[in-house]
């Protein structure tokens, strides 16, 4: 079967029944696992480090591009990362009102606390971003518990 050059997909007859490449002569390998898309030269890889650097951001563009959202890993990475920053939205506010209820009733310890909670979720979240990071672009795929069973569902 050949294969087309430009997007990957399964072709039969002279053109892609997908993005409508001529296909001339023998067969065209399939794209290997990881391989940059044709268009770009991003691997997948790359995409999917990319897709946690903004958080948020980079993860939406990430499901929105062609071919990226169409590659399972990126995708899984682009959920990862969204659902991450959530559940880090979500804690911080969380801890901010449990910080103003402590400090309601105990002014000084309460800001203590809060403050050192807080700095413990900073670091925390500045450490796990940064080896989802690295890991993603070493090619290492980490599921992060809870979060990460979600981003394979969706993905």
Known sequence: MAFCPSCGAPVEGQFC???GTPVAGGAVPPPSPGAAPAA???STNVAGALAYVLGLI???IFLVLEPYNRDRTVRFHAFQSIFLNLALIVL???LMIIGTVLGAVVPLFGAALLGLVSLVLWLGSIVL???LILKT???SKIVLPIIGPLAEKQA
């Open 17 to 19: 029944g997908k993005c």
């Open 40 to 42: 770009t030269g991003m």
């Open 58 to 60: 980079t993860g939406i």
């Open 92 to 94: 911080y506010i969380v």
């Open 129 to 131: 971003w940064l080896v």
């Open 137 to 139: 672009y070493g090619g």
